[in-house]
C-alpha cells in the first residue's frame, strides 16, 4: 500500500500516519520530520530549509522532490509507505509520477480552520524522537516529557500565529490544487479529521485492509 496523506497544516497527517503505519508496518515518511531532523544537525540541507520552514513558506521544489525520491529508494519502502506532507505542489506531484512511483490512495483530512489554529497552537512535539502530543487533546503522562523514550516537548518554531497563518495561505494557495489533481485520477478519499484520533485511525484501517 503506497499511500499519500493530504491536509492542511495541523490537520493531524503526521498523528495518523505515524500510528497507520506501525500498525500495518509500512514506512512513514514525514517531509517536515526530515527537515527538522537536518536542521537539529544543521546540515547544509538544514540550514537552508530552516530559512523557509521559520518563515511559513515551503522548500524549494527541487530540493523537496530529490530529498524524497532518495528517502523512497530506502530497502523500508519497499513494503508500501505513507508519504506525510509530500507531494504540496503540482510540481511534487508530477516528479512523483515522473519517477514511477505508484499511489493507490489519497486520504485528504477535512478539518475547519479555527480547529487547525487550535490544534497547532497546542502541539508539543518530542525534541528527540518525534513523537507529537497536544496540551488539551493528547497529554502525555507527564507534563513536558515523552511518554515514549523520556524526550523533552517542545513547541515547533513555525508555531508562532504569524507563522501560522502564513502556513494556512500557503496551503489555500500551493497545496489544496492536489484535490482536483488527484481527484482527476480517482485517487482521493475524503474523511472528516475533525472527530477523536481512533476513531480517525481506526476509520483509516478499514478502508484500506
Ligand atoms: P510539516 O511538518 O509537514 O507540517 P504541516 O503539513 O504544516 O503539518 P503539521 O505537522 O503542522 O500538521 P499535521 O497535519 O501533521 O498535524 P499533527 O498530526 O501534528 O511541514 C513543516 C514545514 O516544512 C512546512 O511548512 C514547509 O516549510 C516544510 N515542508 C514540509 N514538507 C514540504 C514539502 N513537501 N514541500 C515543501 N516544503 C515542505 O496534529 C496537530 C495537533 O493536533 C497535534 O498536537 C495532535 O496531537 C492534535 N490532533 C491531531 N489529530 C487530532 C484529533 N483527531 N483530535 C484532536 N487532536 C488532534
Not at 509507505?81 to 514511477?100: M, N, S, Y
Request: charged share 30%; proline share 5%; hydrophobic share 35%.
Amino acid at each position: 500500500m503506497n499511500l499519500i496523506f493530504l491536509g492542511p497544516p495541523g490537520a493531524g497527517k503526521g498523528t495518523y500516519a505515524s500510528r497507520v503505519a506501525a500498525k500495518l508496518g509500512i514506512a512513514h515518511i514525514s517531509t517536515g520530520d526530515i527537515f527538522r531532523e537536518n536542521i537539529k544537525k544543521q546540515t547544509e540541507l538544514g540550514k537552508l530549509a530552516e530559512q523557509y520552514i521559520n518563515k511559513g513558506e515551503l522548500v524549494p521544489d527541487e530540493i523537496t522532490i530529490k530529498m524524497t525520491l532518495e528517502r523512497l529508494r530506502q530497502p523500508d519502502c519497499e513494503k508500501g509507505f505513507i508519504l506525510d506532507g509530500f507531494p504540496r505542489t503540482i510540481a511534487q506531484a508530477e516528479g512523483l509520477e515522473k519517477a514511477g512511483i505508484k499511489i493507490d490512495l489519497v486520504l485528504n483530512f477535512l478539518v475547519p480552520e479555527q480547529v487547525l489554529i487550535e490544534r497547532m497552537s497546542g502541539r508539543r512535539t518530542c525534541k528527540k524522537c518525534g513523537a507529537i502530543y497536544h496540551i488539551i487533546n493528547l497529554k502525555p503522562k507527564q507534563e513536558g516529557i515523552c511518554d515514549k523514550c523520556g524526550g523533552e516537548l517542545i513547541q515547533r518554531e513555525d508555531e508562532k500565529p504569524k507563522v501560522i497563518k502564513e502556513r494556512l495561505k500557503v496551503y489555500a494557495k500551493k497545496t489544496a490544487p492536489l484535490i482536483e489533481f488527484y481527484e482527476q485520477r480517482g485517487l482521493i478519499k475524503n474523511l472528516d479529521g475533525n472527530r477523536p484520533i481512533d476513531v480517525v485511525v481506526d476509520e483509516i484501517i478499514n478502508l484500506i485492509q
